[in-house]
């Protein structure tokens, strides 16, 4: 059993990391909160939150229930359904990232409008830019199962990169709309 040893070693691997991007997240979220609350009222003027996040949600939330359900036609050995929903994955995924670029773009220019006024913005677009950045390894995984999962390498009995690659986006949704939450609430 030495194959599954490891595999339960990667599993645990990545658990660690997954706690310990929580740690950085919060401690990011905490910090844009004490530099929000340094600015107890936004200037006139000093910008909108982007509607773009709202579509870049749309398409994340989207992403995690393809993964979801990709992941549970790997283990009903639903191979057809199961490529169908990670390449839905990718693509969701990718759309995610293009809108997020827009959006950014827009809190950068936001952030050099007002600099003058607060720093929010740009504090926005640092946490944002730090959240798509993790996105895009995880991106990059999902397209390595995917690569895998169209060549038949996973199956009822070895789904593990499948389960982790899941893990791993849905925790970067909890983290982006615990980042939505505290932006909307506070801007």
Do not use: C
């Given at each position: 059993?030495?194959a599954?040893?490891?595999?339960?070693?990667v599993e645990i691997?990545?658990y660690?990391?997954?706690?310990s991007?929580?740690?950085?997240?919060?401690?990011?979220l905490?910090?844009?909160l004490?530099?929000?609350?340094?600015t107890?009222?936004?200037?006139?003027?000093?910008?909108?939150?982007?509607?773009?996040?709202?579509?870049?949600?749309?398409?994340?939330?989207?992403?995690?229930?393809?993964?979801?359900?990709a992941l549970?036609?790997?283990?009903?050995?639903?191979?057809?359904?199961?490529?169908?929903?990670?390449?839905?994955?990718?693509?969701?995924?990718t759309?995610?990232?293009?809108?997020?670029?827009?959006?950014l773009?827009?809190?950068?220019e936001?952030?050099w409008?007002?600099?003058?006024?607060?720093?929010?913005?740009?504090?926005?677009?640092?946490?944002?830019?730090?959240?798509?950045?993790?996105?895009?390894?995880?991106?990059?995984?999902?397209?390595?199962v995917i690569?895998?999962?169209?060549?038949?390498?996973?199956?009822?009995?070895?789904?593990?990169?499948?389960?982790?690659v899941?893990?791993y986006?849905?925790?970067?949704?909890?983290?982006?709309?615990?980042m939505?939450?505290?932006?909307l609430?506070?801007?």
């Open positions: 059993m030495p599954r040893r490891v595999i339960v070693q691997g990545v660690l990391m997954i706690a991007l929580a740690i950085f997240f919060i401690g990011g905490a910090a844009f004490i530099v929000r609350n340094q107890p009222n936004l200037p006139a003027g000093s910008g909108e939150f982007p509607a773009g996040l709202w579509v870049s949600t749309a398409f994340l939330i989207a992403g995690s229930v393809s993964i979801q359900k549970s036609a790997v283990k009903r050995e639903r191979q057809l359904a199961f490529r169908r929903w990670l390449v839905a994955a990718g693509v969701l995924g759309l995610f990232l293009i809108s997020q670029s827009l959006s773009w827009q809190l950068l936001i952030h409008q007002v600099l003058g006024k607060t720093r929010i913005w740009g504090f926005l677009f640092l946490l944002i830019l730090l959240h798509a950045i993790h996105f895009l390894f995880g991106l990059g995984a999902l397209l390595m690569y895998h999962g169209l060549r038949g390498r996973f199956d009822h009995e070895f789904y593990s990169n499948v389960k982790l899941a893990v986006w849905h925790f970067l949704d909890a983290v982006w709309l615990a939505l939450a505290t932006f609430f506070t801007t």
